[in-house]
């Protein structure tokens, strides 16, 4: 699977995330949003970068900082 197919199949994960979250009553919504903001950090920690496919990392890391601020916004 290319860079493209992947970063396109990570996209329409957010959408369908976002719109299964917005459902939620607030305090679920708080409580996924913390949890999501944990997970990228978790993400972002130097361990999980060993130097193959930078480029997918950086993009996966950007997807989910993206999806992080968008899910405090809904919370």
Avoid at 46 to 72: C, N, Q, V, W, Y
Wanted: no cysteine.
């Amino acid at each position: 699977m290319n860079e493209q197919s992947v970063l396109g199949i990570i996209h329409a994960q957010e959408l369908l995330m976002v719109s299964l979250i917005r459902v939620l009553p607030p305090d679920e919504r708080r409580k996924v949003s913390e949890e999501f903001h944990r997970q990228v950090e978790l993400a972002e920690a130097p361990h999980l970068s060993d130097g193959h496919h930078r480029e997918m990392t950086e993009a996966f890391k950007a997807h989910i900082r993206k999806l992080s601020i968008l899910l405090a916004s809904l919370s």
